[in-house]
């Protein structure tokens, strides 16, 4: 494995944390989809909070749900000592582009590509 089983740690702890982030604010989708005021119940600061949440999560330009299952697929490649190798060519994954983006599954040079329609995105195509 490429990384030290402490960075990876690391990591995993970030995963972890927005994993807890994505269902929450899925819940809280969910949630506000059923109320019909939006002004009984919910604490205003919570609601500002959480919406700085999605918007945070969902500005990469993937579903809520995309994202939790790149979190959750991120999660097992930490267990199974693969976290940080490009799933599709198996190079190393940057140390910035983990810290940005601890999800990724893929090198920015294969990011690339799929943004180019030269690559299949596996997690979209599903
Ligand atoms: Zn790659």
């Given amino acids: 494995m490429t990384l030290t089983s402490q960075s990876a740690r690391r990591y995993e702890e970030k995963l972890l944390e927005q994993k807890r982030l994505l269902e929450q604010a899925t819940l809280t989708a969910v949630e506000q989809g059923r109320e019909t ?7 205003i600061a919570d609601q500002a909070v959480l919406s700085y949440q999605k918007e945070l999560l969902f500005s990469q330009g993937t579903t809520g749900h995309q994202q939790l299952t790149l979190v959750r697929q991120a999660l097992n490649r930490v267990q199974d000592g693969s976290y940080g190798e490009c799933v599709q060519c198996g190079a190393e994954i940057g140390a ?15 990011q690339e590509k799929i943004e180019n329609g030269e690559i299949e995105d596996p997690v979209r195509a599903a």
């Fill in 96 to 110: 910035k582009r983990l810290e940005a983006l601890p999800w990724t599954p893929r090198c920015i040079d294969c």
């Fill in 37 to 43: 005021t939006a002004d009984d119940t919910q604490d």
